[in-house]
C-alpha cells in the first residue's frame, strides 16, 4: 500500500485519522476440499492460516509483537521477510511545539466564535495558535530482515498459521521431497526475535540473510555468526531525527556450516538453525534519547543465545498464555472454519460462521497484548507495526477517537496490564502539556489536543478544522478513573490522581461563559473533524466536549473523596460540572451535536463524536436517561451503518449499549468484508488503522457483559447469530471476574468472582425466575436480594465464585431458536442445508414472491415479520418440541413454515399468561414444488438452490397455518417434536415467523 503522509492527507481533505479514503479491493476464493489442518484445529481454530505466502503484499504477512519490538512475517518459500518495528524509533527528536502567540489572540478568537464567524476563527487560529511545527512527527520502521533460500519452484503442502493461543507464526511446505518449517515468535521475557528453522532430511537448510531499510543505515558483520543494521531516525517537519538503533541477528546451526562477512550472514547445510534477532534504541523517554542502544541489542542477544530455543518458546509462551488464556470465547463452529482466513472474510456475509466473530475477538486481544505491555510505548494507530518512514497519518496517537478505543477492551477482557503504557504516557503528557497550557492559553494544569506522538507534542496540528479540539487530554484523564472501576487499587488511583487533577484544573481556568445561554464552555474546540455549516467546525461549547468534561469533574470529585484530598478542589469541579450545558434532543428527534440544533454537513460522517455519552460513556442508558436513549438510537439512524472501519467498530458498542444484539452483529458483519479487514485481518479505514480490530473486540465484550452502570448486565446484546455459547473471564466494574453459559439464547448459569467483599447486582432476563446462587468452593447459598424483577443484589466474598442459576429461565424468542440456514444467495449456495442435503431457498427468489429479510408478510389477517438476516445465516427454527416466546393477544396464532421428506405434522401447545394450555394440531406439506394439497401457501418462489451454485426451477413453497386462540394473553408456544435437525430423508418442519392477529 502507498504511503500516505499527512501532508497528503491535508490535501484531500482528511487530515484527521478519520478521514475517508476509497477502499483497495481484494478477494478470494472458496476451496471445496478445503479443510482446516491440524494446528489450527489444535488451537481450536484460534488461529489465521493460509495456503500461500504474502508475496510482496504487507496486509497478508502477519503480525507478531512483543509490546516493544514487532514484525511482519511474509512466510514466503523462495525469501522469508522480516519487516521490523522497535517502538520508539520515530522521526525527530525533542522538541516543545507550544506556540507562545495562542495565549494573545485567544480572546479575539472566541469573540468571532461567539458571533458566529467561524471561518475567521479558524483563520486566525491557523494564523496564531498551531504548533510549531504545524505537524506532529511519525512512527517509522527500522527495516528488513531478508532470508534467501532459492528457487520456491515446485513448493507444494504449504501452510502458513498465525497461532494465536502460543503467538507464533508458523511456515511449512515441501520442497524437492523435504519437509520445511519455520517458526518465529517475539518473546516478552527475554525481549528478542526468535526465529527456528527446520528440516526433515539433514543438510537441507541453505539460506543468505542480510538486513536492509529505507532509513540512514550501515550494515555490518560484528562476528563470524551475526550481521548488524546500525541507523538513525529520519528527518520530519523540520525536526532531525535523532533516534538512534542497532538491530542483530545472529544463527546458530545443528549441522552445515554458518559465516558472516560484509552485513550477510551465510548458512550452508545445516539441519536446523535458531535465528536470533535483538535491537536497542537511543530512546530513554520524550526528553532524552542519549540511550545505549548498541549495549541494549548486545546483552539482549547476548542474554537469549545463553538459552536454547527450548526454553526461549517455553518462557515466551507462558508469558503470553498468562494473559491470553484469562478469557476463552466459544461461539460454536461451522464448516465455514475450514476455509483460510481471507476466504472467511471475503465470504463472511454469505455464510453462518459463528466463530469468526471469536477468532475476530481473541485477535484484537492477541494485538494488545503483542503491542502494549507494562514499560512501552502505548499501541499507536498501528499498534506497533509500520512498514514506512511516512506511514498514513504518521501512524501516530490520535486522540480524539483511535487511542482510547486502542484500550477499550484492556479492562474488560482482563489485559489490565496492558493499559499501563497509557497511563505512563498520560504522565508524560501532564508535563508536556502543562507548558502548552501555559503559553497557549495563560492557564495552569496541563492540555492535549487531538493528536500526540513519542515526543509528546501536545499543541494544536494539522490545521484548526482537525485540531482545534481542546478535550484530547480530559478523555485520556477519564480513563483513569474508569481503570479504577474496575481494579479498586487505591494505590494507583493516588497515583494518577495529580494527572486527573491537572486536567481538570485547565479547564478550571479556561472555560468561559456562552453569551447567549449562559453555560460554561470550551471555546473554540469543535466536534471531531466534521463542520456544522461548510468549511467550520470551530465552535463553543459542541457536546462531546460536555460528556467528556463531566466525566472529567465527576471522576475528580469521586477520586478526590477515595483519597481524603482536595475538599476545595473537590466543591469547585462539582459547581463547574453543574454549569456545562446539558445533553438535548434536537428538532429530528436526535442527541444534538453542538450548542445549537444544527444539520451536519456530512450526514453519514465517520464520527459520532456526541454519542460519547452512550458509549464509552454511561450518560445515556436505556433505564437512566430513557428519552435521551431512544433520541441516541434516533442519532444513530440518521448517522448510517456504513462507515470506516473503526467507525463500524464504534458502532458495535453503540448498539451494545441499545441492547440490541442483532444491530451489533451487522456492524460486525459490516466489519468483516473485504473493504474493511485486510487479508491478515487488520482493520482497514482504510488504510490499516489497528483500533477497528480493538474497538471489535471490545464490542463483542460489551454483547456479552456490561458493567458501565453498576451492575453486571448479562447477555444485554446477544445476537441470534450466537444461540448458544460459552465465555468466562470478561472482566466488569467493581473488580468481578465473569463467566457465561448460554442456550437457546439464554444464560444457563452465571460464574462471578469478585475481587474484594461486599455486593454485586446481576441483571439477566434468566433471573424473572426463582435464583440460585451458590458458593462453588463449599456449595453454601450467598444472600440474595431481589432489586427489580430480572435485577438482584448478592453478598459476596472475596476471592470467592459464585454460581448463579434460575429455574424460571426466559423463554427464547423464534429467532433466538433459529438454527438451520434455509436461504441462500444465488451467488453462493454452498453455504445452506435446509433439507439435510444441501438444498435451500434463494432469496432472490424469495424478494421476487414478496418475502425480504426484515419485511412483512401478511396472511389472512396476521402480519408477520420475515427473518431479519442475511442469506446464509440461521433463519429457521427446526420443530422438536421447544418452547417459544410469543407474547400478546389476539383471534389467531400464525405460523409461516414448511416441511421437508414429505407432509409433517404434529402436536403444540398454546401456553397462557395464566397458566392454562391449550393444544393444536401443526402441520405442513412439503416445500418441494407445489403449492401441494393440504395447506394454505403463503410464499411461493419461482425456483431453489442446490450446492455448488445449481439452480433448479422447481418452486418452493411457505405455507401458513392458523390456530385460532382463546381471548386471553399469550405467553409461549411449545413446537410440535418433529426432529432434532435436518437430515437425509428425515421428516423435518421449518418454521420461519410466528405472530398473533385477528
Not at 41 to 54: F, K, T
Not at 437 to 443: H, K, L, R, S, T
Not at 736 to 752: D, F, K, M, R, Y
Request: charged share 15%.
Amino acid at each position: 500500500m502507498s504511503d500516505l503522509t499527512r501532508r497528503q492527507a491535508l490535501k484531500v481533505g482528511a487530515a484527521g485519522a478519520g478521514g475517508a479514503l476509497l477502499p483497495l479491493p481484494w478477494t478470494a476464493a472458496a476451496r471445496a476440499d478445503s479443510a482446516a489442518p491440524p494446528q489450527v484445529l489444535a488451537a481450536g481454530d484460534l488461529a489465521l492460516w493460509y495456503d500461500e505466502g504474502a508475496g510482496t503484499d504487507w496486509l497478508r504477512a502477519l503480525p507478531i509483537g512483543n509490546g516493544r519490538l514487532g514484525a511482519m512475517v511474509f512466510g514466503n518459500v523462495d525469501t522469508e521477510r522480516l519487516q521490523l518495528n522497535e517502538d520508539t524509533v520515530w522521526a525527530g527528536g525533542p522538541h516543545d511545539p507550544s506556540n507562545p502567540r495562542g495565549a494573545g489572540s485567544l480572546a479575539e478568537i472566541r469573540r468571532l466564535v461567539n458571533a458566529n464567524q467561524w471561518t475567521q476563527a479558524q483563520d486566525l487560529i491557523n494564523q496564531t495558535m498551531m504548533g510549531n511545527p504545524g505537524g506532529q512527527l511519525a512512527y517509522q520502521t527500522v527495516g528488513n530482515l531478508r532470508l534467501a533460500f532459492g528457487s520456491a519452484s515446485g513448493a507444494s503442502q504449504y501452510d502458513r498459521t498465525l497461532d494465536l493461543t502460543t503467538a507464533t507464526v508458523t511456515t511449512t511446505y515441501v520442497l524437492n521431497g523435504v519437509r520445511y518449517q519455520r517458526e518465529v515468535f517475539a518473546s516478552a521475557p527475554d525481549q528478542v526475535i526468535a526465529m527456528r528453522l527446520t528440516a526433515d532430511r539433514s543438510g537441507s537448510i541453505s539460506f543468505t540473510a542480510t538486513f536492509d531499510s529505507p532509513q540512514r543505515t550501515t550494515v555490518s558483520s560484528p562476528d563470524g555468526s551475526t550481521i548488524g543494521l546500525d541507523g538513525v531516525s529520519g528527518n520530519m517537519e523540520g525536526i532531525t531525527g535523532a533516534v538512534r538503533f542497532l538491530a542483530l541477528a545472529n544463527a546458530t546451526v545443528t549441522g552445515g556450516s554458518v559465516s558472516s562477512s560484509g552485513g550477510t550472514l551465510r548458512v550452508t547445510n545445516a539441519t536446523s538453525v535458531v535465528l536470533l534477532l535483538s535491537i536497542g534504541s537511543s530512546y530513554v523517554n520524550y526528553r532524552n534519547v542519549g540511550g545505549d542502544y548498541g549495549g541494549i541489542a548486545r546483552q539482549r542477544l547476548s542474554a537469549a543465545r545463553g538459552s536454547s530455543y527450548d526454553q526461549l518458546r517455553s518462557r515466551h509462551v507462558a508469558d503470553y498464555q498468562a494473559l491470553f488464556n484469562r478469557v476463552s470465547l466459544d461461539l460454536g463452529r461451522t464448516s465455514a472454519a475450514d476455509q483460510t482466513t481471507d476466504v472467511r472474510i471475503a465470504q463472511h456475509n454469505s455464510v453462518n460462521d459463528p466463530q469468526f466473530s471469536a477468532l475476530l475477538f481473541q485477535y484484537g486481544r492477541y494485538l494488545l497484548i503483542s503491542s502494549s505491555r507494562p514499560g512501552t510505548q502505548p499501541a499507536n494507530l498501528q499498534g506497533i507495526w509500520n512498514d514506512s518512514l511516512a506511514p498514513s497519518w504518521d501512524s501516530k496517537y490520535t486522540i480524539n477517537a483511535n487511542l482510547p478505543m486502542n484500550y477499550w477492551p484492556a479492562n474488560t477482557t482482563n489485559l489490565a496490564e496492558c493499559h499501563n503504557p497509557v497511563f505512563a504516557m498520560i504522565n508524560d503528557l501532564s508535563v508536556a502539556g502543562a507548558r502548552t497550557a501555559q503559553v497557549q492559553y495563560g492557564a495552569g494544569g496541563w492540555v492535549t489536543h487531538h493528536n500526540t506522538d513519542a515526543w509528546r507534542a501536545t499543541a494544536v496540528v494539522d490545521g484548526a478544522f482537525w485540531g482545534m479540539w481542546q478535550t484530547g487530554g480530559a478523555w485520556l484523564a477519564t480513563m483513569i478513573w474508569d481503570h479504577y472501576l474496575f481494579n479498586g487499587d487505591i494505590e494507583f488511583l493516588r497515583a494518577n490522581y495529580p494527572a486527573m487533577k491537572g486536567a481538570a484544573q485547565f479547564f478550571l481556568n479556561t472555560l468561559v461563559t456562552e453569551p447567549t445561554l449562559g453555560y460554561l464552555v470550551t471555546n473554540p474546540s469543535n466536534s471531531p473533524e466534521l463542520s456544522h455549516h461548510a468549511n467550520a467546525s470551530v465552535c463553543a461549547g459542541p457536546t462531546m466536549d460536555n460528556q467528556i468534561l463531566r466525566d472529567l469533574f465527576d471522576g475528580c470529585a469521586r477520586a478526590s473523596e477515595i483519597l481524603n484530598v482536595d475538599s476545595t478542589f473537590r466543591a469547585q469541579v462539582r459547581a463547574t460540572r453543574d454549569r456545562l450545558p446539558p445533553m438535548k434532543i434536537g428538532s429530528r428527534g436526535n442527541i444534538m451535536e453542538w450548542l445549537y440544533d444544527w444539520v451536519e454537513t456530512e450526514p453519514n460522517h465517520r464520527h459520532i463524536s456526541h454519542l460519547y455519552g452512550l458509549a464509552p460513556s454511561n450518560q445515556i442508558t436505556k433505564r437512566g436517561t430513557p428519552q435521551l436513549f431512544e433520541a441516541a438510537r434516533r442519532t444513530l439512524a440518521l448517522r448510517g451503518d456504513d462507515g470506516t472501519g473503526w467507525s463500524l467498530a464504534w458502532k458495535i458498542n453503540f448498539w451494545a449499549r441499545m441492547e440490541e444484539g442483532k444491530r451489533a452483529h451487522d456492524l460486525i458483519r459490516y466489519l468483516a468484508t473485504t473493504a474493511r479487514l485486510a487479508p491478515n485481518m487488520f482493520d482497514l479505514h482504510p488504510p490499516f488503522q489497528i483500533d477497528g480490530n480493538f474497538g471489535a473486540t471490545a464490542g463483542i465484550a460489551e454483547m456479552l457483559l456490561q458493567s458501565h452502570v453498576g451492575e453486571l448486565h448479562i447477555l444485554p446484546a446477544l445476537p441470534p447469530a450466537w444461540p448458544s455459547g460459552r465465555v468466562s473471564g470478561l472482566r466488569g466494574r467493581g473488580g468481578h471476574t465473569v463467566g457465561i453459559t448460554w442456550s437457546n439464547g439464554q444464560a444457563t448459569e452465571i460464574l462471578v468472582r469478585p475481587d474484594r467483599a461486599g455486593s454485586v447486582r446481576l441483571r439477566a432476563r434468566i433471573l424473572t425466575g426463582t435464583v440460585t446462587v451458590v458458593d462453588t468452593g463449599d456449595g453454601t447459598s450467598a444472600r440474595v436480594t431481589r432489586i427489580e424483577s430480572d435485577l438482584i443484589e448478592i453478598t459476596v466474598q472475596a476471592g470467592r465464585t459464585y454460581r448463579v442459576t434460575s429455574s424460571g429461565v426466559a423463554t427464547p424468542t423464534l429467532e433466538q431458536s433459529f438454527s438451520n440456514v434455509g436461504i441462500t444467495s444465488d451467488s453462493n449456495t454452498n453455504v445452506g442445508n435446509f433439507d439435510g442435503g444441501g438444498a435451500s431457498l434463494s432469496a432472490q427468489a424469495l424478494a421476487q414472491a414478496g418475502a425480504s429479510p426484515g419485511g412483512t408478510v401478511s396472511r389472512n389477517g396476521v402480519t408477520f415479520r420475515w427473518p431479519n438476516v442475511g442469506s446464509g445465516v440461521a433463519d429457521n427454527a427446526i420443530a422438536s418440541g421447544q418452547s417459544i416466546g410469543v407474547t400478546g393477544t389476539g383471534g389467531t396464532l400464525g405460523f409461516l413454515l414448511t416441511g421437508t421428506y414429505g407432509t409433517v405434522s404434529g402436536t403444540g401447545t398454546v401456553v397462557y399468561a395464566d397458566g392454562t394450555r391449550q393444544t393444536f394440531t401443526l402441520s405442513t406439506p412439503d416445500w418441494y414444488g407445489g403449492p401441494h394439497s393440504g395447506g394454505t401457501a403463503a410464499i411461493v418462489s419461482a425456483y431453489q438452490n442446490r450446492p455448488n451454485n445449481q439452480r433448479q426451477n422447481t418452486a418452493a413453497c411457505i405455507y401458513y397455518v392458523g390456530v385460532a386462540l382463546q381471548s386471553k394473553a399469550v405467553a409461549s408456544v411449545v413446537l410440535p417434536n418433529i426432529s432434532a435437525r435436518p437430515a437425509a430423508n428425515v421428516p423435518t418442519m421449518h418454521i420461519f415467523a410466528i405472530a398473533i392477529g385477528g
